[in-house]
């Protein structure tokens, strides 16, 4: 609406004169609710009467909210939605982390528990965070347009926020070097989302952390030795590896748009 | 409370149908729950009868964008939900309560049905106000600070009800939404359902014929995932003559029309 009315038009509209006709007071009406220069006109043309009323009218209104119900404080922290439903697989998550720590302090010749289960330490609480098991309103989240890699990155985030700290006062602890355990849990997690738009996060998650315990903790525990993946120089690759899956999950967003609907 | 009516709301649409399937598949699991069905809707309220395992269900899920067709074509609001694209334009203009209606026990009404409005992707500005009309609509008023977990089973629908409606959907889908509703909260749905058929598509899932004589303007009638009759209130009450079984011309006029299908696939 690039035309303003005229200045005369505005004030035989406010005075209701007859030979306006409905179309152009509907225009009229039109073009006044978005435009606030109009309306000043608008509220100068009427007669003293009419502003007089229009006055006490808001003054009414301002009255009634004053002294009526404040508007509902909103909490915002209620938006991660499963918060309370991810929090018994943080304390558990939390807990493997202790756990570690104690038996590497308390064992000097085993290879650190902390830098063999800090990988798989975030998965546990990825898997709850976006799972039909979980989350009871998934059938609902399922038809949302919000429902997608953002919202399952926010949720990843909010998890990461929680367990990273956990690692990073077990690392201290143990005094193991942060590109040890921080990026082979990164890399994880973001494998459990890549490998998730295929076979779903919960899934993707815990076969993972299945996958690594078989195949690194059971034998590095056997043999008493730490593997070479978790040596002091291998932290380049790791970060190749998180970058490369980091990669593959924005790419393959689409995957995330339908949650993996199954069987109610 | 009035709302302002947007330029979007007001353009004319350039599809024919709000809701259109064309020979459309479905699995549940293993089993073609919808099989080669033929729908087209457009604004109202109809409802959607059938016998248990029909693919009533099913068909809302896919409605839903809940469960991708396996095979046909389906087109919501002019959008394909079959091939690649994205749903996200779809689903902001969708309302969707489910056969079982998962919820956050911990929540406020106000609490759950203001997450659904974020998660719908609303402006944040006009949540507040939605939230409340859309728990005025289903009469929860009394109730909206109080825990989800505390609500009676006929309260925890109408609750469903609400984060539906919030975001004014253009295609709402109510999977079996009278069930534990007492008769006079019945009786309250039924306008809220005429008043939403005004200006948007809504499909009722329902076992209870009844409801279906009085609240909506038009019936589609599944059976084994196929369409088997698709017409108005009036007519599916003339289908059935004294020998059916049934107590109301509706439900005799549903019983006579599957019968004559069992009859014909049989046959």
């Known amino acids: ?264 | 409370m009035m709302r302002a009516v947007s330029a979007a709301e007001i353009a004319p649409t350039t599809y024919p149908w709000t809701v259109h399937a064309e020979n459309l598949v479905v699995r549940a699991g293993r089993h073609l729950a919808v099989n080669g069905l033929d729908l087209a809707l457009g604004t109202g309220v109809h409802g959607l009868l059938g016998p248990n395992g029909a693919g009533k269900t099913t068909l809302m899920r896919a409605l839903a964008t809940v469960v991708k067709p396996a095979g046909g074509r389906l087109t919501l609001l002019g959008d394909d939900l079959t091939g690649r694209a994205d749903p996200r334009r779809v689903r902001r203009s969708l309302g969707y309560l489910p056969q079982h209606f998962g919820f956050y026990p911990r929540f406020t009404v106000r609490e759950f049905v203001e997450y659904m409005a974020w998660l719908k992707e609303m402006p944040s500005a006009v949540v507040p106000g939605a939230v409340q009309r859309a728990i005025e609509r289903v009469g929860l008023t009394d109730r909206a600070d109080s825990r989800m977990k505390t609500l009676s089973g006929g309260m925890l629908r109408r609750a469903g009800i609400a984060q539906a409606l919030v975001n004014d959907p253009q295609v709402l889908l109510l999977d079996e939404p009278t069930v534990g509703l007492d008769p006079e909260q019945r009786m309250g749905f039924r306008d809220l359902l005429r008043e939403l058929g005004m200006d948007s598509c809504v499909l009722v899932s329902t076992h209870l014929v009844e409801d279906v004589a009085v609240a909506c303007t038009d019936v589609v009638l599944l059976h084994e995932g196929r369409l088997v009759w698709q017409g108005s209130t009036a007519e599916l009450a003339r289908q059935g003559g004294a020998g059916n079984a049934g107590d109301s011309a509706t439900e005799r006029g549903y019983s006579a029309l599957l019968h004559a299908y069992r009859g014909q696939v049989a046959g």
């Open chain 1, 1 to 264: 609406m690039t035309t303003h009315p005229t200045s005369a038009l505005i004030s035989r509209y406010a005075v209701g004169a007859a030979d306006v006709d409905d179309a152009t007071v509907w225009a009229v009406e039109a073009h006044l609710e978005s435009c606030a220069a109009c309306r000043t006109l608008l509220a100068d043309a009427v007669d003293p009467g009419t502003r007089d009323l229009l006055g006490r009218v808001a003054d009414g209104i301002a009255d009634g909210i004053a002294t009526g119900p404040g508007p509902v404080r909103r909490r915002r922290l209620r938006r991660t939605g499963v918060a309370a439903r991810v929090l018994p697989w943080l304390a558990t998550a939390a807990g493997l982390m202790l756990a570690a720590v104690v038996f590497e302090r308390t064992f000097e010749s085993l290879p650190s528990l902390v830098l063999l289960l800090s990988p798989v330490a975030p998965l546990l609480p990825v898997a709850a965070a976006w799972s039909r098991r979980t989350d009871p309103a998934w059938e609902l989240l399922a038809t949302m347009p919000r429902a997608g890699l953002w919202l399952l990155l926010r949720r990843t985030l909010a998890v990461l926020a929680v367990v990273v700290p956990v690692l990073a006062v077990a690392g201290w602890w143990t005094g193991q070097s942060p590109a040890l355990w921080l990026l082979p849990a990164l890399a994880f997690t973001a494998g459990s989302l890549a490998l998730g738009g295929l076979v779903g996060v919960d899934v993707a998650a815990l076969g993972l952390a299945v996958a690594w315990s078989a195949a690194v903790v059971a034998p590095s525990l056997a043999g008493r030795r730490l593997p070479a993946i978790l040596a002091g120089g291998s932290w380049p690759g790791w970060a190749v590896i998180t970058v490369a899956l980091l990669a593959v999950v924005l790419v393959r967003a689409a995957d995330h748009r339908h949650l993996g609907a199954g069987r109610t």
